[in-house]
């Protein structure tokens, strides 16, 4: 039987990229500019994604395909609006990135503050979820599509002190596999990306001359750290025609350090657990 060489190329197609500012998100929103696609970016600055979008689209022709709206995924109607107004702009919705997200304070559980521990989970979790009911038409409308969620290595790695961080990872990925099933007959597509350590403005907290630096590296097989690029060419490749048959699946770009542990940031808190009963 011969091999059918898939459609290449995403160009004229449209995608929307969250967290689309800076770091990944901004990698990946390149990556889809530089292979012709029209892109929508958002992030809750709207300064910040002015500043992306020159960054970005220096040129004119670039400019025509990328737009911008000042999103909190956390909101509802903010997410409803973004889908709107990028079926507005591009008429339509083929991909969509969900990268928004982030962390919240580093401590054990036992002092962990409830207020930011929902925070990161609505950040993280919630976000992608609404993002998911509000693409899932569109993209299913345009005849099938691909949804991307940000997961980490904390996903599936222990990251002690992260507090919410780790559980709402696991919970993108579960998110992913669920509505892979679901909405698979109507060609809509859902896999999760696990970066592990990668370089970004959101890693310079960690001091390349600290032992929670050195535990990400001494755990990395390949060594080193990763580029946002690295991420962005994963996430380019699954929102293609190449990765038409891939739905459901949790991808690991992490330079092979989920085969072993996940970093120590002890360094950075302290051992600090209740006293043991003797």
Avoid at 44 to 67: I, Y
Avoid at 103 to 126: F, I, S
Avoid at 259 to 268: K, N, S
């Amino acid at each position: 039987m011969p091999y059918e060489v898939a459609e290449q190329g995403i160009a004229g197609r449209a995608f929307i990229v969250t967290g689309g500012g800076s770091g990944i998100g901004a990698a990946c929103a390149a990556r889809l500019l530089a292979d012709g696609a029209r892109v929508t970016i958002c992030g809750r600055s709207g300064e910040r994604l002015r500043e992306a979008a020159l960054r970005l689209a220096p040129d004119e022709p670039t400019r025509a395909r990328l737009h911008c709206e000042a999103v909190d995924v956390t909101v509802e109607a903010d997410v409803a609006r973004l889908v709107e107004r990028t079926l507005a702009v591009h008429g339509a919705l083929h991909g969509f990135v969900a990268n928004a997200g982030g962390g919240g304070a580093l401590a054990p559980y036992h002092r962990r503050d409830t207020a930011d521990y929902l925070q990161v989970l609505h950040q993280n979790l919630l976000g992608t979820m609404l993002c998911v009911k509000y693409a899932t038409p569109a993209l299913a409308a345009a005849g099938g599509g691909c949804f991307v969620g940000m997961s980490s290595l904390a996903g599936s790695r222990t990251h002690p002190y992260f507090g919410a961080y780790p559980v709402a990872k696991a919970g993108i990925e579960a998110l992913m596999r669920n509505a892979a099933d679901e909405y698979g007959p109507v060609n809509v597509r859902f896999n999760a990306v696990a970066p592990g350590f990668i370089e970004t403005e959101a890693m310079e907290v960690v001091p390349r001359d600290s032992t929670v630096y050195r535990s990400y590296v001494d755990n990395t097989p390949l060594g080193g750290v990763g580029k946002a690029e690295d991420v962005a060419a994963l996430v380019r490749f699954l929102l293609g025609p190449e990765a038409r048959w891939i739905t459901g699946e949790t991808i690991r770009i992490d330079g092979g350090n989920h085969l072993r542990r996940g970093p120590d940031y002890g360094a950075f808190v302290g051992l600090d657990l209740p006293a043991a009963v003797s």
